[in-house]
């Protein structure tokens, strides 16, 4: 068990230019940790790596070796891309680097491996650690196999945990996400386009909750599966009517035809993550919504 108190603590984090990973680093350093930080698209702090590449293997072996804990964020997001080449590029970056990493990392190093609430599919009640999964589409499916790879690491012996993060929310959340999307369109006065159905419902999180979350994780010893949410569904009519509220525009609403592999209603039990972590993530959509508002805001160029 780590102390809270470890700055002097290693972490070696993969995905770190994403969102979430952005967000953990900033955090990591900020309270003194030291962070060895990568990502396969270049970046100011962090390492260009290709877990997926054979050629950048030695390199990801020596890291791990060096780490106190390793947290495994890098992947390949988004539900709807379809077709052969987005099936290929998420096994790749999904699946492959998983392996890649479990590879390499030493049997004393702690694992957290983000994977998501996707797994689960829809549901009709909150989503619990133990429930069968049953993915809608090929990018859940990649997740359950990287978690399938996790749970086979830790039958063997080593210490790796799987994190189930639903719709994470903030500052630098991907432009292809609901929020950013319909933020962009009220301050630019363009439809706000909704898929499926304004009474779908997400479980959101904070992404300073799942910061907080992963390091609840390797700060504790937990070793298992746990997920990240609120535990309290939104539906999407009222992240609409809090995105126009927090602009101040209201642009005509566009309900668009939805998607087979977009789950109905996603909803975390939260049991296991207030047993084990010592709290639930909670969210106030206001502030966060005018949280991300703020971070993506034109900044003036003066003349």
């Not at 003194?32 to 260009?48: I, K, L, T």
């Not at 309290?232 to 992240?239: A, F, K, N, V």
Request: proline letters at 7%.
């Amino acid at each position: 068990m780590f102390s809270n108190s470890s700055p002097s603590l290693r972490w070696l984090v993969t995905g770190a230019a994403g969102f979430i990973g952005g967000h953990l680093v900033a955090e990591l350093r900020a309270s003194g940790c030291q962070v060895m930080a990568v990502d396969r698209r270049p970046s100011p702090g962090v390492e260009r790596l290709d877990l997926a590449d054979p050629a950048d293997l030695p390199r990801l072996a020596e890291l791990c070796r060096r780490a106190d804990a390793v947290v495994h964020l890098a992947g390949r997001p988004g539900v709807r891309e379809r077709g052969p080449q987005a099936r290929a590029a998420r096994r790749r970056d999904n699946v492959l680097a998983t392996a890649r990493l479990l590879e390499v990392v030493p049997k004393a190093v702690p694992v957290v491996v983000a994977s998501s609430s996707s797994v689960y599919g829809s549901c009709v009640g909150p989503s619990r650690e133990g429930d069968p999964l049953r993915p809608l589409g090929d990018y859940g499916r990649s997740k359950l196999e990287a978690e399938m790879l996790c749970v086979a690491c830790r039958e063997a012996g080593w210490a790796v945990t799987v994190v189930r993060p639903f719709t994470v929310v903030g500052e630098r959340q991907r432009p292809d996400m609901a929020l950013a999307r319909w933020i962009e369109a009220a301050r630019t006065g363009r439809p706000i386009r909704v898929f499926g159905s304004l009474e779908r419902r997400r479980d959101l999180t904070d992404v300073r909750d799942v910061v907080l979350g992963i390091r609840r994780v390797i700060e504790t010893g937990f070793v298992g599966t746990v997920n990240l949410g609120s535990g309290r569904p939104i539906r999407l009519g009222e992240m609409v009517e809090t995105v126009m509220e927090v602009v101040g525009s209201r642009p005509p609403v566009v309900v668009e035809p939805g998607s087979a592999v977009e789950a109905d209603l996603t909803w975390a039990d939260t049991s296991l993550c207030e047993a084990e972590l010592g709290f639930v993530p909670s969210l106030d959509l206001p502030s966060v919504v005018r949280r991300q508002a703020e971070a993506c805001r034109p900044v003036a160029v003066s003349s």
